[in-house]
């Protein structure tokens, strides 16, 4: 991977589940560093025992207007939309082994 991934911090909001337990990264790679000349946006988590792994994708017009903080944010407050994102997949345990 050789796009762009900076760390992500949800909003505070009094229904948070703990949100120390999570962690939040935005990985992103611009349309000169992709064959498909298109925008890769990939909104990341994952608990802090790196147990859990969660990532919502995003391409080209897909990428979305909505701020990183609000969406982590709801993966913090809403345990059934963060289970929407839960993945295994190894890329996703990859890019977290360097953050």
Do not use: C
Request: glycine share 6%.
């Amino acid at each position: 991977m050789h796009g762009i991934f900076y760390n992500v911090a949800p909003r505070k909001t009094r229904r948070s589940n703990h949100p120390e337990n999570w962690v939040f990264g935005h990985y992103m790679e611009f349309p000169s560093q992709r064959e498909d000349g298109q925008w890769y946006d990939a909104y990341l988590f994952r608990d802090q025992a790196r147990s859990v792994f969660g990532r919502a994708e995003y391409l080209g017009e897909d990428r979305p207007t909505q701020d990183v903080r609000d969406w982590a944010t709801r993966v913090v407050a809403d345990a059934a939309f963060r289970q929407r994102y839960v993945t295994d997949d190894p890329v996703v345990v990859a890019l977290w082994k360097r953050h």
